[in-house]
């Protein structure tokens, strides 16, 4: 593949990297082609030490793993580990959030409530007695239930209360509900473990069981308890891509996904004593940038501006203007350290989770969190005394967009400022203004062209009058190329989105957050079902759900909580089960009668937006309404078929 990206940004850097003989993650990429097809089709087995063993993906020998399991028993078991990876990090991102709102009740670290309206609705489903409670009692109250979900054994986690009747009765029915968020977790790797289930239906429903309980359970609570520690956000501007870093001011890029480490890093930028320091050094201020989800975390909340997506981190410090790189977990490249080193950046890691050898080591204490981040920024100031201008090279592009929407601002925005309702929402779909809406999520990597496949997906669907929400690097992606302006609606919308986003003043592309805020896709599901007229279940709706680029194991729990909710998801690059067609039927056919969602793979954007649009006209037609007003024919590539 030559092309590596369709960001401007990225190819100016990726030029300048290959001048100064900088190598990135395109090099070792590359580096490692052809990869090992037995791994690609899911069919290496080394969970225990008679191992590694290999199936012939042909059907010749062998057939079978030194102790007999069969090529689907070997691939549903790498495809559940990576759901228990996955849903383990967005659980334990909530974990630390919980955490941090009982240090909020404790009054440590610096932490307030700063959403008490929200903190008294989640307490409230909880059961917790809100009169005559102050909100840190609340608080504290909410925290320990909160925490309890973790460690729970029995029962249903609370928050599956939210979804509608018949899908809680469909969990149980097939027994996916989660009954503890670790809990499910432990299940997988037990069940994985050498000499136990060998039934690869069997491993793959508990996949979804545990992909439910990071979906309704732990990235839930990470999000719903960040609004109430941080603020639920707003609509706001602000701007994106590597053009955001500033040549004249102290850049510190936050990097990772937790906003207890970068909401405090943002407060101690702008603490006075810091300023005049970085002043005194002849720097424009202290300028903060994100990369990642905990850029969409504080670009959500405070319009931070977005320094770029997964693939443009080491692009970043190639800029020669980060003065510091702070990161906390997930999804931060390891090569970062050695390639910090031909910089004056200083990285420094945070999390008890990550350390990196031969890297400065801040550990961040959430009872003395803004205390550290000040001690953190002194370091960028101090860092940025020794920047070389002669190696400065900021890419003179950026975009402006707007982000901030949540499953309860953003569609309550159609109903008006003053009728907070998603019947607009309901009855624009209802009457064809708009065909359906589809979540377009995830990763970025080298496999695929760089941002290409969530542009090319969101253009088709835009095109279709689909409404777009999205988040994580998708919707970064899509922000760089301008498709979070209200203005895109003018120039990439169907005639029907058009006047939805044109009467609100809405983008027709919508920034959710970050990826565990893939559970705001969820709640926003729950209030449409709930506003009526689209049916009973999620699996009635004009819905989908699309990682185009993915990389991570998140993603593949992303995809398995879709699925078990009732959506039909789509992937760029196939999950690695190829090797047993047991199991690819499994996932892209079988699970539709169990959950009403299942998987598509599909490389090629266009044609996953073709694919998209019919399941969406399916399911319009399943619920008897009329026809796409504008869009009846589906319009590709920009040649419009019908009209
Ligand atoms: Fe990581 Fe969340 Fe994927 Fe981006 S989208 S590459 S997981 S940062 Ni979550
Ligand atoms: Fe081989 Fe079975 Fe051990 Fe896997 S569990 S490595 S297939 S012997």
Avoid at 103 to 123: H, S
Avoid at 143 to 153: P, S, V, W, Y
Avoid at 201 to 217: E, F
Avoid at 450 to 473: F, Q
């Amino acid at each position: 593949m030559n092309q590596k990206s369709v960001d401007p940004a990225t190819l100016e850097m990726l030029q300048i990297a290959q001048n100064g003989k900088l190598e990135t993650i395109w090099d070792r990429w590359d580096a490692q082609q052809p990869q090992c097809g037995f791994g690609q089709l899911g069919v290496c087995c080394k969970i225990c030490n008679m191992g590694p063993c290999r199936i012939d993906p042909f059907g010749g020998e062998p057939r079978r793993g030194a102790c007999g399991a069969d090529a689907d028993t070997i691939v549903a078991r790498n495809l559940v580990r990576m759901v228990a990876g996955g849903a383990a990090a967005h659980s334990d991102h909530g974990r630390d959030v919980v955490h941090a709102l009982l240090l909020a009740a404790e009054d440590k670290g610096g932490y307030v409530i700063k959403d008490p309206i929200k903190l008294r609705r989640v307490a409230a489903e909880f059961g917790i007695a809100l009169d005559g409670h102050s909100d840190t009692e609340i608080a504290k109250a909410l925290a320990e239930r909160a925490l309890e979900m973790f460690g729970q054994q029995e029962g249903e986690l609370r928050f599956l209360s939210r979804a509608p009747a018949k899908r809680q009765e469909l969990w149980r029915k097939h027994e996916i509900s989660p009954r503890g968020i670790d809990r499910e977790i432990v299940e997988i790797m037990h069940r994985t473990t050498m000499g136990v289930d060998t039934d690869y239906r069997h491993i793959l429903m508990q996949g979804l069981r545990a992909s439910l309980a990071d979906g309704w359970g732990g990235s839930m609570l990470a999000t719903d308890l960040q609004d109430v520690l941080f603020h639920s956000p707003q609509p706001l501007r602000a701007a994106v891509n590597l053009g955001v870093l500033k040549k004249d001011a102290i850049n510190i890029v936050v990097h990772g996904h937790e906003p207890v480490l970068s909401e405090m890093i943002v407060a101690a930028s702008r603490d006075p004593e810091l300023l005049r320091m970085a002043e005194a050094h002849g720097a424009k201020g202290i300028n903060i940038a994100g990369i990642c989800c905990t850029a969409n975390e504080i670009l959500m909340r405070h319009g931070i501006p977005v320094a770029g997506n997964f693939l443009q981190q080491e692009l970043a410090v190639i800029t020669g203007a980060v003065d510091l790189m702070v990161v906390d977990v997930q999804c931060i490249m390891p090569a970062l350290s050695s390639l910090t080193g031909c910089f004056h950046t200083k990285l420094v890691t945070t999390s008890t989770k990550n350390k990196m050898p031969g890297v400065e080591h801040i550990q961040f204490e959430e009872a003395r969190a803004l205390e550290l981040a000040k001690e953190i920024v002194a370091r960028a100031v101090e860092s940025y005394t020794r920047r070389d201008p002669r190696k400065v090279n900021i890419p003179d592009s950026r975009s402006g967009l707007i982000a901030g929407f949540t499953s309860d601002s953003v569609f309550r925005f159609l109903g008006g400022r003053y009728r907070g309702t998603y019947r607009p929402l309901n009855d624009a779909v209802i009457d064809g203004r708009l065909r359906g809406a589809v979540g377009i999520v995830g990763c970025n990597n080298p496999n695929i062209v760089h941002d290409w496949a969530h542009i090319a997906l969101t253009r088709e669907l835009l095109k279709n009058d689909v409404l777009v929400v999205s988040t994580g690097c998708a919707a970064i992606a899509d922000a760089k190329c301008g498709l979070l302006r209200p203005e895109a609606a003018f120039e990439s919308a169907g005639p029907g989105l058009r006047e939805i986003c044109e009467a609100v003043g809405i983008p027709p592309v919508l920034h959710l957050g970050s990826c565990v805020d893939n559970s705001r896709i969820l709640t926003t599901l729950v209030e449409i079902v709930g506003e009526g007229g689209l049916g009973e279940d999620f699996s009635q709706l004009p819905v989908a759900g699309s990682a185009p680029e993915w990389m991570s194991e998140k993603a593949i729990a992303i995809g398995f909580y879709f699925v078990a909710s009732g959506v039909l998801t789509h992937f760029g690059t196939p999950h690695p089960v190829l090797g047993s067609p047991a199991v690819h039927k499994f996932l892209t056919d079988d699970v539709e009668e169990l959950t009403g969602g299942k998987f598509f793979f599909e490389l090629d954007p266009v044609k996953a937006a073709a694919q998209i649009i019919d399941h969406l006209d399916k399911k319009r037609a399943e619920l008897k309404l009329a026809p796409p007003m504008y869009t009846a024919k589906k319009t590709f590539q920009g040649v419009t078929e019908g009209a």
